[in-house]
């Protein structure tokens, strides 16, 4: 699939807008710092196909007017002491590409699990000058069939997913000639450490597990072999059926003392996912294992933020156990695993951890970005996993003009352990998993994932024909 880029300019806000530095948070400042990127797919009519140079006029101008109210996202990242960033509002713009392809979208399948979407991203040089990378990079793709790729790259350092998508969904209404509908909220000091922060001494006892060295297989002192192991993508998805079933098997073996209140679908997906990547793995019963999870904080805090707060308004925890009580005991357990770490994150626990992560002198080995250049960065790769939910951002109707989106996904990733769970596109209950595991356990991952779920399905119609009987 040859892609061949035909144009690429700086888009910067309309008017003029506030110049200055920005502090960030050090919620802005941790675990993922590099570009999160999304791909989106297009049918365009065949009114919009005769009118090539106006689509990525229309975006040019419309991006170049929502700039004016998400302006943060003109500027650039600054190096401070301690791998620390600033943000420097300064206008100097978006990057927006324009790009075509003589490959058919068809090329692509069901979109699921493409190995061409990497052709349609743009390649990000984290060893240049930070002050050099855009934050937002737009790709636009067209097909020799006149269908469209948007892929976004979007510095996380910036904003978390619900503010991502908040600018995207307003750029697209302004792209259709509607206005702005909800101004963002860009006041940062909502939510910081105290000034000066609390000593790590006099703070309340909270753990903080999750700023700890993550387990290693066991005989191993670092991650560096499994590093340098080869992954693969694979996006899987589960009816609506199979969700709840595994929502019921978490609530129907939970453990005697776990309170009233039913798992979620999300603990208890993330709980199914634990389990296989363990057994997948091969684990020896004693392994050490750790599932990182990132929660959105804006109405776990009092008072809660602001509903369009811009930024990032998230934590992480970490649910911890062994590989072996993971897999031989019932779904339940995982699932109340996932249920501790996360009834953790109140608002004490969210300002404690500001204040915990700003009496640190140094943040790099804290930041995915460090661990691109020197592997000493944040790994969730075997032993481990990270899951992050995208089951409440609003990831479809994105419609620019030229009809919403036909397929919308991650870009590539190529992180071992990267777990994604998000709503199923045709919003009918169905849900995706996104993951990226080592090439060797893949298949293994995927057989334990259904036949799971199968002998689930197996032992539900044996109990309701008991039942009858």
Wanted: hydrophobic share 40%; proline share 6%.
């Amino acid at each position: 699939m040859k892609v061949v880029l035909n144009n690429s300019c700086l888009v910067q806000p309309a008017e003029p807008t506030w110049n200055g530095p920005m502090p960030l948070t050090e919620f802005d400042q941790t675990d993922v710092i590099a570009h999160v990127q999304t791909i989106y797919f297009y049918r365009p009519s065949e009114t919009w196909l005769t009118q090539k140079g106006a689509i990525f006029t229309t975006l040019e101008t419309s991006l170049s007017r929502i700039l004016v109210h998400f302006y943060p996202l003109a500027g650039r990242l600054r190096w401070l002491d301690g791998a620390r960033l600033v943000l420097e509002c300064n206008g100097k713009g978006v990057q927006l590409m324009e790009a075509e392809t003589d490959a058919d979208l068809d090329i692509l399948g069901d979109f699921t699990a493409s190995p061409y979407f990497h052709h349609l991203i743009h390649p990000i040089n984290y060893k240049a000058p930070i002050e050099e990378i855009p934050l937002v990079i737009v790709k636009l793709t067209r097909f020799k069939c006149g269908g469209i790729a948007l892929c976004y790259s979007i510095s996380h350092a910036v904003v978390d997913g619900q503010s991502a998508l908040h600018l995207i969904s307003e750029w697209a209404n302004m792209a259709r000639g509607d206005s702005l509908r909800d101004v963002p909220c860009l006041d940062r000091t909502l939510l910081r450490a105290g000034d000066p922060p609390i000593p790590i001494s006099d703070q309340p006892c909270f753990e903080h597990e999750q700023f700890d060295p993550l387990p290693l297989l066991i005989g191993q002192d670092n991650f560096e072999n499994e590093r340098k192991k080869e992954t693969t993508a694979a996006m899987l998805k589960l009816t609506k059926i199979q969700v709840e079933m595994l929502k019921n098997e978490a609530n129907r073996t939970r453990p005697f003392n776990d309170g009233d209140r039913v798992f979620t679908r999300y603990e208890a997906i993330a709980a199914h996912i634990w389990r296989c990547a363990c057994r997948a793995r091969g684990h020896i019963y004693e392994q050490p294992t750790s599932a990182s999870l990132c929660l959105d904080v804006r109405n776990r805090v009092q008072p809660a933020l602001p509903r369009k707060y811009f930024g990032n308004a998230i934590v992480d925890v970490a649910a911890t156990g062994c590989s072996g009580d993971i897999v031989t005991r019932p779904l339940g357990y995982a699932a109340s695993r996932i249920r501790e770490a996360i009834n953790m994150v109140s608002s004490e626990f969210v300002h404690n951890t500001l204040d915990y992560l700003k009496n640190l002198q140094d943040l790099s080995t804290l930041q995915d970005i460090h661990g691109m250049k020197t592997n000493q960065g944040p790994f969730y790769g075997n032993p481990n996993l990270g899951i992050i939910s995208w089951l409440s951002l609003p990831l479809y109707g994105l419609d620019f003009g030229w009809g919403k989106e036909i397929f919308m996904g991650p870009g590539t990733y190529v992180c071992d352990g990267d777990i994604i769970i998000l709503p199923g596109h045709d919003e009918d209950g169905s849900l995706i998993v996104s993951l990226c595991l080592q090439a060797g356990y893949i298949e293994d991952f995927k057989n334990f994932f259904y036949e799971d779920i199968g002998k689930l399905g197996i032992s539900s119609m044996l109990e309701k024909s008991n039942g009858e009987k």
